[in-house]
């Protein structure tokens, strides 16, 4: 069974570094670009970050982008996400998912074709 396991949310000071790791712990994902997303009550999912398989590509949502980095370790099969500078407004339902589309194709797709979607994991900013 293809499943992605997410790790590192939970409560998180304004000001500090957000973790997150997203395993595949049955290494069936590989060829699969990977991103994570992430859902504010009552707003709609949208992309964090984004990376392809290789590596060598890497795209971040607007609300992120200039604070978080990307990187894939193919030696756990674990991708991992980093935003610095967390604020209140960064508090949302973390979301790891991977698709086997070309690059970083997961980071355009409509939501409901991503073939793949871990638990999510609460992340939760305080001032």
């Known amino acids: 069974q293809v499943r992605l396991v997410e790790s590192g949310g939970g409560w998180v000071q304004a000001g500090n570094s957000l973790r997150l790791s997203c395993a595949d712990p049955?290494?069936?994902?590989?060829?699969?670009?990977t991103a994570w997303f992430r859902q504010a009550a009552g707003k709609e999912r949208e992309l964090v970050a984004a990376?392809?398989?290789?590596?060598?590509?890497?795209l971040f949502g607007d609300s992120v982008a200039g604070r978080a980095t990307i990187s894939r370790d193919h030696n756990t099969d674990t991708v991992h996400l980093r935003v610095d500078k967390m604020k209140p407004e960064d508090t949302a339902v973390y979301y790891c998912a991977a698709d086997r589309g070309e690059g970083i194709t997961i980071a355009t797709i409509p939501l409901g074709y991503v073939e793949v979607w871990g638990q999510g994991t609460l992340v939760t900013v305080s001032s």
């Open positions: 990376i392809s398989w290789t590596g060598d590509r890497t």
């Open positions: 049955g290494h069936t994902l590989r060829g699969y670009g």
